[in-house]
């Protein structure tokens, strides 16, 4: 146990590893309410999963005839990715509701590869690609409805993440991506890379609220970071002491990622500026040597985090934090946290890659 901060009014972390019996890697890369979804590695096949808060909850999504697939965002009921097929292996966007036999193929006409990232339920975002060119799209579940979002003047686009009316990604318009959001239409692209920065990515979006990173040079490390609609409203998330940092999730109020420090990564939530960072690898314990936050989600009086951890064994194996506002007795292996990580508020994200 460790008490970082003697104060009455606590917030308690606990965490559980969803590694499956049977994987030799495993990443939880979303979160909707009480399930995570993501990857296991068995057999040497790279399986798309479900967890429903424990180990033994997992489900193998991978489609029957995959030779891989991925997930990479839930919302709702579904869980979004790729699957990979015979004999191409080609990737092809990915939309299940739950089950490997629920696998949808949303992989547009003419498209030559395709890929999802997030869904808020209703709408998934990803990309496809068409005469080489990779471009932003989405999808309301099926193949046929793909809207093309790459704005014009760009070489490729991504978007990974959508709230259902906007959409948050990266373009190219130039040597580097820069973090772009869309309102639905190629045309509403609004460009977040702030002034003199040579590079961004926007990979989460939750109510008017975006996050991701800039890096400010062609050399430099990416700092962690958020905006709220236009390049002038971002905030660096990276804290003294990092060496660099990427935020995956966002809830509108609270970012997950991770930072470096001494080369090591560490899970991290922070709740709006670099110095509410809190550092999530140390709930972990002695077992684990680094660790990465992806997604978020909050029912209100608890938040919930997914991610991976690395072991001593050198495994990856997904985890599940858990943050209460309210502390039991405590006991071992939890981290209790001062007010300064309150309040915890709502919802989540998407997540790449």
Do not use: C, K
Not at 70 to 85: E, H, L, R
């Amino acid at each position: 146990m460790i008490l970082l901060s003697p104060v009455a009014a606590l917030a308690q972390i606990s965490f559980v590893d969803l590694s499956p019996t049977g994987a030799v890697n495993s990443v939880a890369n979303a979160i909707t309410g009480t399930q995570q979804a993501g990857n296991a590695q068995i057999g040497g096949e790279i399986n798309a999963a479900l967890w429903s808060g424990t180990p033994a909850s997992f489900v193998n999504l991978n489609p029957s005839d995959a030779t891989a697939s991925y997930v990479s965002g839930a919302g709702g009921t579904q869980q979004v990715g790729y699957a990979a097929f015979t004999p191409t292996n080609v990737t092809n966007a990915a939309l299940w509701s739950g089950t490997a036999a629920s696998f949808v193929n949303l992989s547009p006409s003419g498209s030559t590869e395709s890929m999802l990232f997030a869904t808020n339920g209703t709408q998934q975002s990803g990309f496809a690609t068409f005469l080489g060119v990779r471009s932003a799209g989405i999808w309301s579940g099926t193949a046929e409805s793909f809207v093309n979002l790459n704005p014009s003047g760009s070489t490729q686009s991504i978007a990974y993440a959508t709230t259902g009316t906007q959409q948050a990604g990266s373009a190219f318009f130039g040597a580097a991506p820069s973090a772009v959001i869309w309102s639905s239409t190629a045309a509403s692209f609004v460009n977040l890379n702030p002034s003199g920065a040579y590079a961004s990515l926007a990979t989460a979006i939750s109510g008017n609220q975006q996050a991701g990173y800039v890096q400010f040079d062609a050399s430099g490390n990416p700092n962690a970071g958020l905006w709220s609609g236009t390049a002038a409203s971002f905030v660096n998330l990276n804290p003294t002491g990092s060496d660099y940092s990427i935020a995956y999730g966002t809830t509108g109020s609270e970012q997950v990622g991770y930072v470096t420090i001494g080369g090591t990564l560490n899970a991290a939530l922070w709740s709006g500026t670099a110095a509410s960072f809190v550092n999530l690898q140390s709930a972990l314990g002695n077992g684990y040597l680094s660790s990465s936050a992806r997604s978020i989600w909050d029912d209100g009086t608890t938040t919930y985090i997914s991610g991976y951890a690395t072991t001593t064994g050198g495994q990856q194996d997904a985890i599940l934090w858990t943050v209460t506002d309210t502390v039991p007795e405590p006991s071992t292996g939890m981290l209790l946290l001062g007010a300064g990580l309150l309040p915890l508020l709502h919802r989540r994200r998407r997540s790449p890659r």
